[in-house]
């Protein structure tokens, strides 16, 4: 009995030393998420005044460009899945995953070849397990990405679009990453990148009340939309990096925070069948006693007749 009181305690300090440390990531995950979410803040206006100001330079001109221009039988698409560096996530990267098979499988049925970009090395171990290409990936900054981060991901994208598909290139650019909608809610969402859809963004302008402004484009509309282009790509790759970092953070607390519980949990229910242990142990030692002593009275009595 004493040995398996033991072992119950060696549990219970086990457990107890586990929840320390998951208790302590949840409250840096919880420090991190007001972070993040200041920087989403922080990058928004620039990417909606970029994609104002490309839109206005699309419908002012008859400029034809990758940015703006769709391809009228497009046979080949990149996708960038962003998942994260690190697990004890709960499902956040296996939820970005699911989001771009379902992507994949989308333009597949639509004829469509698909070149796979990751950031995270989540995603590129779920991709290198099953032995699939990837064109290329980028690790080790997911859960805190720079505007140069986002520059360096952007660069072979922009390249693939201003590619022919005969060379390698590409007709669509797609992005899958993890919205953060609140500290409870982040969801897998996929949205193409490019080209841009012009009748979006000016149905959204017009629910706003805004009026797009007029420019004259100087040297000409191309060379301002070749400027634009890279900006483009990078605020929104950006601005996705720091969503997806927003949501790991957030999803790493919720999962830390559901570790915490279960751990306090589990050592109340050792605790219990501890006591419920020692109880025994004594009962049984008592028994033990009442019973000698009683052997012993026993004894007695028949050497005194």
């Known amino acids: 009995m004493g040995a398996q009181l033991r072992v119950y305690k060696r549990r219970i300090q086990a457990v107890t030393a586990t929840k320390k440390i998951t208790k302590a990531m949840e409250m840096i995950a919880a420090s991190r998420i007001v972070k993040a979410q200041r920087k989403v803040a922080a990058s928004q ?5 970029l994609t104002r ?7 002012g001109s008859n400029a034809k460009h990758p940015l703006t221009t769709e391809v009228d039988a497009p046979t080949r698409a990149a996708v960038l899945l962003v998942t994260s560096d690190r697990g004890l996530a709960g499902g956040y990267s296996s939820n970005a995953i699911k989001a771009a098979e379902r992507l994949r499988e989308r333009l597949a049925s639509e004829g469509k070849e698909v070149d796979t970009y990751i950031v995270g090395r ?14 290329d990936s980028w690790t080790g900054f997911t859960d805190n990405p720079a505007y140069s981060d986002a520059k360096s991901i ?21 992005i899958v990453f993890t ?22 963004v000016a149905e959204e302008s017009t629910r706003k009340g805004e009026i797009l402004p007029l420019f004259e ?73 009442v019973g000698g002593a009683s052997a012993l009275a026993d004894a007695t009595a028949g050497s005194d007749k």
Not at 45 to 49: D, K, L
Not at 217 to 242: G, K, M, Q, T, W
């Open 179 to 200: 919205e953060f909608v609140s500290m409870m809610t982040q969801n897998a969402v996929d949205d193409r990148m490019l080209p841009l859809s012009l009748d979006e």
């Open 53 to 59: 100001a490309v839109t206005a330079v699309a419908t």
């Open 122 to 135: 989540k995603g590129v171990a779920y991709y290198g397990f099953r032995e699939r290409k990837v064109e």
């Open 217 to 289: 484009f100087e040297p000409s509309a191309e060379d301002v939309l070749d400027a634009l282009l890279p900006r483009y790509v990078e605020s929104r790759i950006y601005n996705a990096l720091l969503q997806a970092a927003a949501s790991e953070h957030a999803a790493r607390r919720r999962a830390m925070k559901s570790a915490t519980d279960n751990a306090g949990d589990l050592i109340k229910s050792l605790s219990r069948l501890a006591n419920a242990a020692r109880q025994a142990e004594i009962t049984q030692e008592i028994s033990e006693i």
């Open 45 to 49: 206006p620039y990417a909606t005044e």
């Open 154 to 174: 952007a660069a072979p994208l922009i390249e693939a679009i201003q590619k022919d598909t005969a060379e390698g290139g590409v007709d669509e650019l797609h």
